[in-house]
């Protein structure tokens, strides 16, 4: 499966941005979808997953209550709404296919999108 994220760009803190992941080649529907981040000289963190099956969602801490993944399988799309952004959160985001938050958790990203939180 091939995925592509998009929808960074430049938030200022306490903005909002929304991404997207689309899927190529085949439906997504029971795959587990998720987003993990990069920022230079910083170890991959993983952000959120959300289940092919029942749909529950696992979110890293530093982002519970902000961040919010959610799926339109119709669309063979995953979501990443982002609220209440913070600098910490600037960093390169990958969607992936996903098996929990923990940083290996991810297989099979593509290209990433870059979120810049900045006044």
């Known amino acids: 499966v091939q995925l592509q994220a998009s929808g960074g760009g430049l938030a200022q803190p306490g903005g909002s941005l929304r991404l997207s992941c689309a899927a190529s080649?085949?439906?997504?529907?029971?795959?587990?979808i998720g987003w993990f981040r990069q920022a230079p000289g910083k170890e991959r963190e993983g952000v959120s997953c959300?289940?092919?099956?029942?749909?529950?969602?696992y979110y890293t801490d530093s982002v519970k209550g902000r961040f919010t993944i959610s799926r339109d399988n119709s669309k063979n799309t995953v979501y990443l709404e982002m609220n209440a952004l913070k600098p910490e959160d600037t960093a390169v985001y990958y969607c992936?296919?996903?098996?929990?938050?923990?940083?290996?958790?991810?297989?099979?990203w593509g290209q990433g999108t870059q979120v810049t939180v900045s006044s």
């Open positions: 992936a296919l996903c098996n929990g938050v923990s940083a290996g958790a991810y297989d099979f």
């Open positions: 080649e085949r439906p997504l529907d029971y795959y587990n």
């Open positions: 959300i289940s092919g099956s029942d749909g529950r969602t």
